[in-house]
């Protein structure tokens, strides 16, 4: 793999500047995707169309989309020289993305009941997403990424690794709460009760923006801020959306439930 990354960067230098320029452009594409999200809701699941292409089976669709953002990150960890990966801030940062993708790309997908087929356009972005991310994440922790000695202490990295441990508990939990509102075989929508779900529409969604943001500030590189913002903007649209339409299919639905912020929003 170090071959390959060699025949398409001339230097360091040039996939330094390439990953900054990745991450610059997920940013762009975030506020890009906050303005079409006024009007559109993300097109799978409850709100897919035929509009957005042929349906792929929801197991396969999501297995196979998710994929990329754990094989590429396996390659380029174990399969390139990946100088920082030997530094415990860089191994700790690596550990926190492959626990989250391992049970996403590998677990997830398999654990589904009865979810909506996937239209063929939102599967194929989400597996450009994957890749795009997964090599953009883990080649520069594992080969650019610089800490300085001491930063596993930092209040930084401390708060963002606890942030990240409480938002991805919240999102595993949350999808298990959904997972179990179907018995096998039925397809319908119920309402969601239990953990934060008692509070918010969206926990699954807020369980996922925290855990990302947390990401974020113990990594502290715009290459994980991308990514935070990314997530908040999609997974936080859908939560509103969500919200809303429970509310206009429920009559009995929680009235004090907020959609994605307890007490707040
Ligand atoms: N990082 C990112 O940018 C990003 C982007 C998208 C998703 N994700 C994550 O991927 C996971 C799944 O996302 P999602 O958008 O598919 O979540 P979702 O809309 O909440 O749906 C999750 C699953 O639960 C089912 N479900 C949802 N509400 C239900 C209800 N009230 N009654 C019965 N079943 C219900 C859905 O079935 P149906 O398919 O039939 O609706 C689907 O199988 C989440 O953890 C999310 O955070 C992350």
Redesign the pocket.
């Given at each position: 793999m170090d071959n390959l990354l060699k025949s398409i960067f001339s230097s360091e230098e040039e996939e330094l500047y390439v990953l900054d320029c990745l991450a610059y452009f997920m940013m762009f594409m975030a506020l890009a995707t906050f303005f079409t999200l006024l009007f559109e809701n993300?097109p799978?699941?409850?709100y897919?169309s035929s509009k957005y292409g042929f349906p792929v089976n929801?197991k396969l669709a999501w297995f196979i989309q998710e994929l990329p953002a754990f094989c590429i990150p396996l390659g380029l960890v174990f399969w390139t020289s990946s100088a920082k990966s030997s530094q415990l801030a860089n191994q700790l940062l690596l550990a926190m993305y492959f626990c989250h993708y391992v049970q996403?790309a590998l677990i997830?997908p398999f654990l589904?009941?009865?979810?909506?087929s996937t239209p063929f356009a939102s599967f194929a972005l989400?597996f450009l997403?994957c890749l795009y991310n997964g090599y953009m994440q883990t080649r520069y922790l594992s080969h650019y990424a610089d800490y300085p000695p001491d930063w596993v202490t930092h209040p930084c990295f401390i708060t963002g690794s606890l942030l990240w441990l409480l938002g991805w508990i919240t999102?595993v939990h949350?999808?298990h709460v959904?997972?179990n509102?179907?018995k096998p075989g039925e397809?319908?929508?119920?309402?969601?009760r239990g953990g934060l779900f008692e509070y918010i529409s969206?926990a699954?969604?807020f369980?996922?923006i925290v855990e990302?943001a947390g990401f974020a500030l113990a990594g502290f590189s715009i290459h994980s801020a991308a990514f935070a913002l990314?997530?908040f903007v999609?997974?936080s649209s859908?939560a509103v959306s969500?919200h809303k339409w429970?509310l206009t299919k429920f009559e009995d639905y929680p009235k004090s439930r907020k959609a994605l912020v307890p007490f707040v929003f």
């Open positions: 993300v799978y699941g409850r897919a929801v996403r997830y589904i009941r009865g979810g909506k989400a997403f999102n949350s999808d959904l997972r509102l179907r397809t319908g929508y119920k309402i969601p969206g699954n969604f369980g996922e990302w990314f997530t999609v997974l859908r969500h429970y």
